[in-house]
DNA sequence: CGGGTGACTTTAC
DNA sequence: CGTAAAGCCACCC
């Protein structure tokens, strides 16, 4: 029995992105075995935005937009939380191309 | 069981 | 990366 397998395994995975790195809630989705379900990967992160053990700022949507800072606890903490990590943030979104996570790296 | 909603993605234009 | 439409699944009423 493998509990709410989803959910566990977005935990887990989002304690396995490295500090100063972003990924998205299709890689999630699909890492997890839903990939046609990234909408569930946001509503799981909203279950999760109020423990501070994980790093739900590190999650973006495909464009790399902080698609989710308006759920956050602050307007800004989500930007300020990815640039203490050295991620640039800039226009409400960061640099895929230099940022984006990959789990198998 | 059905309808509405949501931190999304993909395809088409 | 514009808009529009469809797919997707858990949750709530």
Not at 38 to 56: D, F, H
């Amino acid at each position: 029995m493998s509990e709410n397998s989803f959910n566990e395994k977005v935990k887990e995975l989002l304690l396995e992105i490295p500090i100063g790195r972003v990924t998205t809630y299709g890689i999630i989705a699909e890492k997890c075995g839903m990939k046609s379900s990234a909408r569930m990967v946001g509503y799981i992160l909203n279950s999760l935005k109020n423990q501070t053990k994980y790093p739900c700022h590190r999650v973006v949507n495909r464009f790399g937009e902080l698609s989710g800072k308006n759920h956050f606890q602050g307007e800004e903490l989500m930007q300020e939380l990815l640039e203490s990590e050295g991620i640039e943030v800039t226009d409400n979104k960061v640099k895929l191309s230099n940022y984006l996570w990959n789990p198998l790296d």
